[in-house]
């Protein structure tokens, strides 16, 4: 039982992209707060989300 879970682990982070480990630095977070007023409103999962696209997006 405890192969399975460990196995269900490992297959879900080596299946996640990339894009996931890394995270924007400040300077990227502080010129889209200051450039798009869309992302100052968005909610903390909304950015998240936000945040993988650019990231995912950059990684291409």
Known sequence: MKI???YGKIRRLVSKPFA???PLN???I???E???EFYRKL???ER??????I???KLS
């Open 4 to 6: 399975n879970k460990l």
């Open 20 to 22: 996931h480990f890394i």
């Open 26 to 28: 400040k300077k990227e």
């Open 30 to 32: 502080v010129l889209l």
């Open 34 to 36: 200051y450039n798009f």
């Open 43 to 45: 909610t903390g999962s």
């Open 48 to 53: 998240r989300k936000y945040n993988y696209l």
């Open 55 to 57: 990231k995912h997006f």
